[in-house]
Every structure is written in structure tokens, then in C-alpha cells.
T-cell receptor, first 111, second 114 residues
């Protein structure tokens, strides 16, 4: 079945530094979605990418969808303590609207 | 933005009893809702897809007679954990589907079965 993998599983970042987390799907995706879950909270929808090679920015967050539509990345610049949380990517299953979530990247920020 | 509520946020019940969890979309109509289970520091595991006015679709390995889902209206889906056992203790989260197939999650329900 479809698998969505995320690396790294954990990311320890010094406040102010940049980092990137990666998402890889075993199958081509019609779109990729990113969610953020704060500690003790619930996932919150961040963005959806649809086009091959698409790049979208949300303030310090840059999302990219690979040319083959099988991978994606999230790059955060000048990390802040508010960026703490787990970032999940998710892609729709082959049929229907169900999402397959990656394992998530847990981000910890050192002040 | 789209808001989804869940009730209760936390419940403790005795083994063998049933627990009902409600998921409501507050400011939009949701034809499709989803129920997930999340273990500590792990990803979301889809349990079932709830469609308004029809039977839920369960993922492989999820017992439909144990996890009863009802989606009676465009704003409400319920999950009933029947004859709960300690191994059912978990964080249950619902989500409602948006217009571009994105999902809006409820705050979750932490179930503890003693």
C-alpha cells in the first residue's frame, strides 16, 4: 500500500537557525498537504501543494512539491520557539479522499 | 477558518462500558468526516471515514462493531467505543473535510479505560 515517510523523525534546532524536513511518498500524489501539531494539541492544516515543482511560502515557512510529485519539503528559516511541534505531511490515497500521513518530524527549539 | 469541536475532551471509564465521542463542524457543513487514533509521539492512524447519511467505511483491522460511527447530519459525527478495554485507551481525533480535501481537526478526546 501507499507509504509516506518523513525524515528526520526528530529535529533539534538552535533558535535562529534554519532547517528542512523531508517527505517522500511511495506513489505519485495528486497533492501534498502539511499539518502542524503543537504539543498537547491537534493537527492544524498549513498548506496544500498541487502542481509539480510548486513552491509556496508562509512567512518563514517554504513548502516545495517535487517535480515527480512524490516528495515534498518544508524549510523553516530563523527558527523561533513558536515553531515547536510536529510537522506532518499527508497525501491522498489512490482512490477517494482519505489521507495517508507521514510519521511526522518532531521539532524542538533550543533557546 | 473552519472550526471543529469534539466532546468530551477527556473521559475516564471502566472496562466494559461504552463511551460516545461527538465531533461537530461548527461553521461549515461536512459531508465527510474522519476518525483517527493517535498514540503518544506517533502519527495519526485512520480508523474510519464517516459519510453523512451512509455507513462508515472502516480501515483494515478496525472492528466496526466495536467502534460504532454515526453521521446523522452534515455537522455531527459520533464515535462510540463499545465495551471498552484498557487497550482502547488512546487519543481519538476527528476531522472534517474542507473544500480542497484538506482536513480540519477537532481538539481530540483522550480516553482512559480503567
Amino acid at each position: 500500500g501507499q507509504q509516506v515517510m518523513q525524515i528526520p523523525q526528530y529535529q533539534h534546532v538552535q533558535e535562529g537557525e534554519d532547517f528542512t524536513t523531508y517527505c517522500n511518498s511511495s506513489t505519485t500524489l495528486s497533492n501534498i498537504q502539511w499539518y502542524k501539531q503543537r504539543p498537547g494539541g491537534h493537527p492544524v492544516f498549513l498548506i496544500q501543494l498541487v502542481k509539480s515543482g510548486e513552491v509556496k511560502k508562509q512567512k518563514r515557512l517554504t513548502f516545495q512539491f517535487g517535480e515527480a510529485k512524490k516528495n515534498s519539503s518544508l524549510h523553516i528559516t530563523a527558527t523561533q520557539t513558536t515553531d515547536v511541534g510536529t510537522y506532518f505531511c499527508a497525501g491522498p490515497k489512490a482512490a477517494g479522499n482519505k489521507l495517508t500521513f507521514g510519521g511526522g518530524t518532531r521539532v524542538l527549539v533550543k533557546p | 477558518g473552519a472550526v471543529v469541536s469534539q466532546h468530551p475532551s477527556r473521559v475516564i471509564c471502566k472496562s466494559g462500558t461504552s463511551v460516545k465521542i461527538e465531533c461537530r463542524s461548527l461553521d461549515f457543513q461536512a459531508t465527510t468526516m474522519f476518525w483517527y487514533r493517535q498514540f503518544p509521539k506517533q502519527s495519526l492512524m485512520l480508523m474510519a471515514t464517516s459519510n453523512e447519511g451512509s455507513k462508515a467505511t472502516y480501515e483494515q483491522g478496525v472492528e466496526k462493531d466495536k467502534f460504532l460511527i454515526n453521521h446523522a447530519s452534515l455537522t455531527l459525527s459520533t464515535l462510540t467505543v463499545t465495551s471498552a478495554h484498557p487497550e482502547d485507551s488512546s487519543f481519538y481525533i476527528c476531522s472534517a473535510e474542507g473544500q480542497i480535501d484538506e482536513q480540519y481537526f477537532g481538539p481530540g478526546t483522550r480516553l482512559t479505560v480503567t
